[in-house]
Nanobody, 120 residues
Framework: VQLQASGGGLVQPGGSLRLSCTVSGRISYINDMGWYRQAPGKQRELVASITRGGSTNVADSVKGRFTISRHNAENTVWLQMDDLKPEDTAVYYC???????????????WGQGTLVTVSS
């Protein structure tokens, strides 16, 4: 099972980026999916998560600027980031709660991280 994240880059303050993360491999079911970020010298923190049914949880620091969405059939989760600020600079990681077979428990799988740099 692999989580492939993409979409990071360098953007000016006030700009936008859209991160994408797709799960591939042999899986039975994906439950919650989410995005986390880790800035230099800081702990990894939740940015936003989404249930299979579409309920979302968004960190206060990005509420109103970031939107999480997913496509269950495509095993993909997106993070639309608008009005980016320098403090949003971090490595962004996607996470998915995956059940590999119908008899297995859920495991948390992580993507490799994609760097977002907000700077003028």
């Amino acid at each position: 099972v692999q989580l492939q994240a993409s979409g990071g880059g360098l953007v000016q303050p006030g700009g936008s980026l859209r991160l994408s993360c797709t799960v591939s491999g042999r899986i039975s079911y994906i439950n919650d999916m989410g995005w986390y970020r880790q800035a230099p010298g800081k702990q990894r923190e939740l940015v936003a998560s989404i249930t299979r049914g579409g309920s979302t949880n968004v960190a206060d620091s990005v509420k109103g600027r970031f939107t999480i969405s997913r496509h269950n059939a495509e095993n993909t989760v997106w993070l639309q980031m608008d009005d980016l600020k320098p403090e949003d600079t971090a490595v962004y990681y996607c996470r998915a709660a995956i059940r590999r077979t119908m008899w297995s428990s859920f495991d948390d799988d992580w993507g490799q991280g994609t760097l977002v740099t907000v700077s003028s």
